[in-house]
């Protein structure tokens, strides 16, 4: 079982940048992706970006070359440059694991980011 908690949310103007922090306890032996997610009121969950095991990352077309994944022991970041209006939304992360054909899929409480123009 792994338990997530972000945090660094907050408002910011236009340009401004954000580190958010997701910090994940538990058995995390397992994770081989460690995601981004952010919503909108009345919307989906979209993803924002990738970071696997191996250290590769990916990352959605609005937010490639701003925003940037990293890991730190079991705290995984989101590192948020030039943020514009559009990023304001709740963002989550996602852990997913395997063990034995085992699929675990994790998710945050979620950290709100608002952006003012």
């Known amino acids: 079982q792994v338990e997530l908690v972000e945090s660094g949310g907050g408002e910011v103007q236009a340009g401004g940048s954000l580190r958010l922090s997701c910090a994940a306890s538990?058995?995390?032996?397992?994770?081989?992706?460690m995601n981004w997610y952010r919503q909108t009121p009345g919307q989906g969950r979209d993803f924002v970006s990738s970071?696997?095991?191996?250290?590769s990352t990916a990352y959605a077309d609005d937010v490639e070359g701003r925003f940037t994944t990293s890991r730190g022991g079991n705290t995984l970041y989101l590192e948020m440059n030039n943020l514009k209006p559009e990023d304001t939304a709740k963002y989550f992360c996602?852990?997913?694991?395997?063990?034995?054909?085992?699929?675990?899929?994790?998710w945050g409480q979620g950290t709100q980011v608002n952006v003012s123009s």
């Open positions: 996602r852990y997913k694991s395997r063990r034995n054909r085992v699929n675990g899929d994790y």
């Open positions: 970071l696997g095991s191996d250290g």
């Open positions: 538990g058995d995390t032996s397992a994770v081989y992706a």
